[in-house]
């Protein structure tokens, strides 16, 4: 496989070095992406670097991620307004953990092939290292004018509201470009990979290994991913869209891929699957012939999930989201967990019930519209009921007299009313 072509086609090639894909079909080639340790998960906007590496693996070349230990205590000023927060070392190494662990799900550490991936901490090498040592050895390689030339310097210092660049951010593409010499001396890494953000600092690092080392180096970085109407990719109105459950549940995950637009379907799916062209070709050919029918977006939802949670993950969401808008039964309901519930009926209208009236039995007409009023008037109701369009807990209600008692509820908590198709009521036994 050719990692360039491959990426080309993929619509994951902003920029590129001239001689970087000489280098890559010549040899077995370690290459490398920079993650920042500011959390302890990767969310997905983190993705694009991480299946670039994947890639990197499966085209035969050897993928070295390196975690951030000492330059996330800095914090890395590319296009962005403001200075971060600092971070401390416990957390740093608790974010550290957290992160290789769901980079092994991405990417071979553990066999004996030439190509595994490594894992390095750019602190391992720079905890020891003296200031007075740094600005000898590799300050006086890289001159001010150089590193106030980069867009990512000059759009800090000339935006309006900007209050300037401490010094600490201005020497991070130092030090990122010492990670690169580093990695250059000790493991032959002869690309850095990454977002188009990344760019200054990576040309820093190829002319840091020129002037230092008298090597050759090489980068490439991917587009900036937005959605089709510009507005920023892996953002949703709670937050970041994380790789971790604690964060994002896998079922929030797989609905956020199943509701992306067509446009965004057809790019998404080149980026942040590793289906092959034909296949995707297939798919697209597919969503024109029945885009009701959303091929693309299922078939991202579906690999994306598995990859990132499993297929028990993601067969479990798919069966929430078929109770939402499917026919699904009173078992499916009764199967989800409380999180998940809740997370499948956000949003639609909730009453408190009493589990003192329950015990001793509520006829359905009394409970939904009086105690909780799905419905305005017991005439309504009955018309309803009687034309089949209400259910409980995903059975057909068949008498408005029904007596609903405790061994309705689920999960000893929780009552799904329905009206109609699509309107869902939540009843919550106190």
Known sequence: MNFVEELKWRGMIHEIMPGTEEQLQKELTS????????????????????????????????PIALVGGATGMIGDPSMKSQERNLLDEE????????????????????????????????????????????????GKHITVNYMMAKDSVKKRLSGESSEGMS???FSYQLLQGYDYLHLYSEYGCRIQMGGSDQWGNITTGTELIRRKAGGEAFGLVCPLITKADGTKFGKTESG?????????????????????????????????????????????????????????????????TVMVHSREDYDAAVKASSILFGNSTADDLK???????????????????????????????????????????????????????VMINKNKLENAEELIDLSYLIGGKYILAQKGKKNYFLLIAK
């Open 31 to 62: 290459g490398y992406v920079g993650i920042d340790p500011t959390a302890d998960s990767l969310h997905i906007g983190h993705l694009v670097s991480v299946m670039i590496l994947r890639h990197f693996q499966r085209a035969g070349h050897r």
């Open 91 to 138: 957390t740093l190494l608790r974010n550290q953990n957290g992160i290789k662990k769901q980079l092994a799900k991405f990417l071979d550490f553990e066999s004996d092939a030439p190509n595994k991936a490594v894992l390095v901490n750019n602190y391992d090498w720079m905890k020891d290292y003296s200031f007075l040592n740094f600005i000898r050895d590799i």
């Open 167 to 169: 010094f600490t951010e």
């Open 240 to 304: 970041n869209v994380w790789l971790d459950r604690r964060y994002t549940s896998p079922y929030k995950f797989y609905q956020f891929w199943l509701n992306v637009s067509d446009a965004d379907a057809e790019r998404y799916i080149k980026i942040f699957t590793a289906l092959s062209k034909d296949e995707i070709d297939a798919l697209v050919e597919e969503q024109k012939a029945a885009p009701h029918l959303r091929p693309l977006q299922r078939k991202l939802a579906e690999d994306i």
């Open 335 to 389: 199967s989800l967990d409380e999180e998940t519930l809740l997370q499948v009926f956000e949003g639609v209208p909730q009453y408190e019930v009493s589990k003192v009236n329950l015990g001793d039995g509520i006829h359905a007409i009394d409970l939904l519209t009086q105690i909780a009023p799905v419905f305005p008037s017991k005439g309504e109701m009955k018309k309803l009921v009687q034309s089949g369009g």
